[in-house]
């Protein structure tokens, strides 16, 4: 089963992947129109979890058990962020679809990792040295989508809140703001590398009018004033909050 993509104790509670499971259950058509970037390619939701409920006839997402959910979970997160079905697409999706389908009880990850380990060995698991590899990848670029579904997963999961009171996971997209802890400004000031910038050491998410109300203003002068920064894995290191050597402080944020 899942469990190894993201390292937590405890079983995921359904209503943490609920938007997952219920766009894995519309229509292709309504998947396309609600796509957005906190959610994985179409590909991801044919191949596994959208054969998976209609093949056990669920239409409730909260009637599926806590271990399929974590499962599901696992399993779009993990083929997003790796890509899986950008090459030989269709080959690929048959395959997991049939696997699927040829299944019983719960959702098959042991099944469709095996699939990938035929094609792609290493696209089984999200280490620290694939987030590392590419620290600088923008989010807010189609590239960065990877990085910014599996940021939001993993804020949905230890129950972050957008800053304001509400849930991420209790949100949709069009309810949180990408917000840089450092601002723009900053790094031009400085000096630092661009590509850090949009990077996943340095974007969370919380609600869009608090976005804007902090706007330039550098980490230092706001975070002491949210008590939840380890459910949005900012480190509390008020040091290299001021430290002008912004990526001393993106680096080890980004594991």
Known sequence: MGGDIFDRPGSARVSDVDPLLQVSDRTGQEVHRERSAFLPHDPALFGGPRPYMRSRGYRDPEKVQ?????????????????????????????????????????????????????????????????????????????????YLFTLYTALCLSGASDWEGTLIRELGPESLARHHLFPRNLFRTVGEEEGYVSGIGNITSISPALNSELSDKPPVEYLHQYEELRKHFIPEDKGAMGNLEVSKYIEPLSL
Request: net charge negative; proline share 5%; no cysteine.
């Open 66 to 146: 806590e271990a399929d959910v974590e499962a599901v979970r696992d399993w779009l997160v993990l083929v997003n962020f790796h890509g899986y079905y950008s090459a030989n697409p269709s080959g690929r999706l048959q395959k997991d679809i049939e696997t699927v389908k040829g299944s019983s009880g719960p959702f098959p990850f042991d099944e469709l990792v095996s699939n990938i380990k035929e094609t792609r060995g290493g696209a089984t698991a999200i280490t620290a040295s694939h987030i590392m590899r590419d620290l600088e990848a923008d989010l807010l670029r189609r590239s960065g989508q990877p």
